[in-house]
């Protein structure tokens, strides 16, 4: 049973552009999350999604972020003209209910140049 | 909004010495999660505590929930080097979303 998966893995983005994040939950999970990680810092929650709906958003900046996780396919953050104060580790989770152990993904390094 | 905290935020021990992590919200939590981190890693689920005053252990690991439910501590007995990591609890309390602590970092000289 394949793990949460996410790709890339690394991600190089000139400010401006566009970042597609993208993550698989593991097989029968149908709650995704998505955490931000500084340097040295902890995990700040982001967005809470299960299948086609955006259940939290609270920890999402309200502008040039946005997430989804379709029926089909894997959940996708997206991230619209990148600043460098986006550099970080964003991490997935996957999880079979909402107060269950969650499954962290590898996380995608994000970097702003 | 909900805050968890986690006290220290460094820990350097000698190999062979005990390590205590500890953990407090500013809310009541329905349940609280561990997990480790090693550098360059990410995330893995060690345990959730639901009772008020449950107490857990694996191996050299202790777990304890507090009685209100608001704070939780680690406890690893005899550290080794595989030990090294960062420890974080997150609670679940109101929101959907885990709210993690910052962490303890620890650190083992041998």
């Known amino acids: 049973n394949a793990g949460v998966m996410q790709n890339p893995r690394h991600l190089v983005r000139r400010r401006g552009q566009e970042a597609r994040l993208r993550c698989s939950p593991m097989k029968g999970h149908s709650h995704v999350y998505w955490y931000r990680q500084l340097p040295e810092e902890g995990l700040k929650f982001m967005v809470y999604?299960?299948?086609?709906?955006?259940?939290?958003e609270s920890g999402m900046p309200k502008e040039r972020f946005s997430a989804e996780f379709p029926k089909e396919g894997p959940s996708i953050l997206r991230i619209q003209q990148v600043v460098r104060g986006d550099s970080a580790a964003y991490f997935c989770?996957?999880?079979?209910?909402?107060?269950?152990?969650?499954?962290f993904g590898p996380g995608t390094r994000l970097t702003v140049t | 909004g909900q805050q968890v905290m986690q006290i220290p935020q460094y820990q350097h021990v000698q190999e062979g010495e005990d390590f205590t992590t500890y953990c407090n919200s500013s809310?009541?939590?329905?349940?609280i999660q561990w997990y480790k981190q090693r550098p360059g890693g990410h995330p893995v689920f060690l345990i959730q505590l639901v009772k008020s005053g449950e107490v857990k252990k694996q191996k050299r690991l202790t777990f304890q929930f507090g009685e209100a439910k608001k704070n939780s501590s680690l406890h690893i007995t005899a550290t080794q080097t595989t030990d090294v990591g960062t420890y974080f609890c997150a609670g679940h309390g109101g929101a959907d979303g885990l709210t993690f602590g910052k962490g303890t970092h620890l650190i083992i000289q041998p």
């Open positions: 999604l299960q299948k086609e709906n955006i259940i939290d």
């Open positions: 809310t009541t939590l329905s349940n």
């Open positions: 989770a996957s999880a079979t209910s909402r107060a269950y152990e969650q499954y």
